[in-house]
């Protein structure tokens, strides 16, 4: 009897796992096959930033064979900047050709010639759940800025824009211009008072909706730390006094530690914007501060950059101003040494702007399509492309089999356009790791001896993507096979 009873638990305790209470049932396997990556947008605008003056800042800072951060990103290309009637163009429209796609006017933000409201990619990011945000070192309301959530017919309208910023709940703003949030008379942080002339406190309106809003850097570190999700931080009455605190760089650091805690990803864009009020009045030395300010800014975009996976970054500028010359001889200009002691010179042609191409460099999802001569609407085409087409990796194949099977896995690279895998590398539970050849389609096949849990990961790489993929897998036997040796094996 006793010998039985012991049988009887041996039994019950060796079936257990081979029989659970639906045995009929499909087993719960996690069912794991398409890994679409956080689509991460990283706009960096250096306003008034041509080719001499990049490269001013490269002879100052690193000298002639030195590279800036800017200059280090794998695709490079030329922006035309003109505006739709072929005229040199101001900011608001160039901002405004750059975050919609479409060229219009001068001093239109977001708004076609004849006043059109035009959708912009921080809008359509917004719609599909990423998180946005605006940063420069001009006032929050400033064209640049400006033409990426606000819609009006004149950039001068800027208590309309910075009450358009936060009806359009951008979530990071940061800059300077307290003074279009606050009502005439009133003073905020800084000294200067309020102007706007509709009696309304937008830094009121924002904390009411939500909005955590800083002042000073020991607030913006606070609000980050306390994981705030929205944030306005006006740092100065109009443009951030030189030297600009907190830096440009510490603003984009901030912002991207806010935004990055929203799991679908972000569009953020970053604008080194004084660069431009240092060439309209032919000031070298600024230009050459502000302009290496804003390269330590992409420098620490580019950081946040390689410790992710699919962020596109994209450096760039809305168009030259002052018509900037570089000289080794000396020709009279504004003279300057580089780090080894040689010495240039800068000169100027106007304290305007031209309508010189800038460059654009790129790295990420889609950034070859930087390359080449484009107009300045390229800027949201490859944008959008990554918006609207993320890379995606899909694993398919079995979930579900029977030990010994041979188990083919198939996969797709999807969209099949530009920047299609060089090579998979296939890692599985208990197998060799496995490498195939790239391209839109690829296949690979394995055999597991033993029932268990497996796990195929697959990753894929470009130049400009990694996405991995990761399945996983159940093998076990169809309990008729496993029941009769079970009670063969019972009583021995
Ligand atoms: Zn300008």
């Given at each position: 009897m006793k010998v039985i009873l012991r049988i009887g638990v041996l039994l019950v305790l060796c079936l257990a796992p081979v029989f659970?209470?639906?045995?009929?049932k499909a087993p719960e396997v996690p069912l794991t096959t398409v890994t679409a990556a956080p689509v991460r947008i990283l706009l960096f605008i250096g306003d008034g930033m041509g080719t001499a003056q990049r490269t001013a800042a490269q002879w100052a800072a690193v000298g002639i064979n030195g590279r800036l951060?800017?200059?280090?990103?794998?695709i490079n290309g030329w922006l035309r900047t003109s505006n739709i009637l072929g005229e040199v163009t101001d900011s608001a429209a160039a901002a405004t050709a750059m975050a919609t796609g479409a060229k219009t006017t001068n001093?239109?933000?977001?708004?076609?010639?004849?006043?059109t409201p035009l959708s912009t990619i921080l809008e359509q990011a917004q719609a599909r759940g990423l998180a946005v945000g605006l940063v420069t070192n001009?006032?929050?309301?400033?064209?640049t800025p400006a033409a990426f959530a606000a819609h009006t017919?004149?950039?001068?309208?800027m208590a309309e824009i910075a009450q358009q910023l936060l009806a359009a709940r951008v979530d990071v703003l940061l800059a300077g211009g307290e003074n279009a949030f606050l009502p005439q008379g009133a003073t905020g942080h800084y000294p200067e008072p309020g102007?706007?002339?509709?009696?309304?406190d937008l830094i009121a309106e924002a904390v009411q909706a939500d909005y955590t809003y800083v002042w000073d850097a020991v607030g913006l570190q606070a609000a980050v730390s306390v994981g705030a999700p929205r944030v306005l931080g006006l740092f100065?009455?109009?443009?951030?006094?030189?030297?600009?605190?907190?830096t440009l760089a510490a603003l984009t650091e901030h912002a991207l530690a806010i935004l990055?805690?929203?799991?679908e990803g972000f569009f953020l864009m970053v604008e080194g914007g004084q660069i431009d009020w240092a060439c309209h009045a032919n000031d070298a030395a600024l230009t050459i501060a502000d302009t290496l300010a804003f390269d330590a800014a992409v420098a620490a975009g580019l950081r946040y950059a390689a410790g992710t996976e699919n962020t596109l970054v994209i450096v760039t500028s809305d168009h030259e101003t002052g018509g900037m010359l570089l000289s080794l001889?000396?020709?009279?200009?504004q003279a300057f040494t580089m780090p080894d002691g040689t010495p240039f010179y800068v000169t100027w042609t106007t304290d305007d702007h031209t309508d010189a191409n800038v460059l654009v460099n790129a790295q990420g999802?889609?950034?070859?399509?930087?390359?080449g001569i484009h107009e300045n609407t390229h800027i949201y085409t490859l944008m959008a492309a990554v918006l609207t087409t993320p890379p995606t990796l899909i694993l398919d194949g079995p979930a579900l089999a029977y030990p010994g099977e041979n188990l083919t896995f198939e996969l797709h690279f999807e969209p099949?356009?530009?920047?299609?895998?060089?090579s998979y590398l296939w890692t599985a539970t208990g197998q060799t790791p496995l490498t195939t050849s790239g391209g839109a389609y690829s296949t690979a096949s394995f055999t597991w001896p033993l029932t268990g849990t497996y796990t195929l990961t697959v990753t894929a790489q470009t130049p400009e993507v990694t996405l991995t993929a990761r399945r996983f897998l159940m093998l076990r036997y169809h309990w008729h096979t496993l029941y009769l040796p079970l009670i063969q094996k019972g009583p021995s």
């Open positions: 659970p209470a639906h045995a009929g951060a800017m200059d280090t990103l794998p001093g239109k933000i977001g708004q076609a010639p004849d006043g001009t006032p929050m309301a400033h064209a017919g004149s950039r001068y309208a102007t706007r002339t509709d009696g309304r100065a009455d109009e443009g951030l006094p030189r030297p600009h605190v907190p990055s805690n929203r799991p001889s000396n020709n009279g200009g999802p889609w950034s070859s399509l930087a390359a099949a356009t530009a920047i299609l895998p060089t």
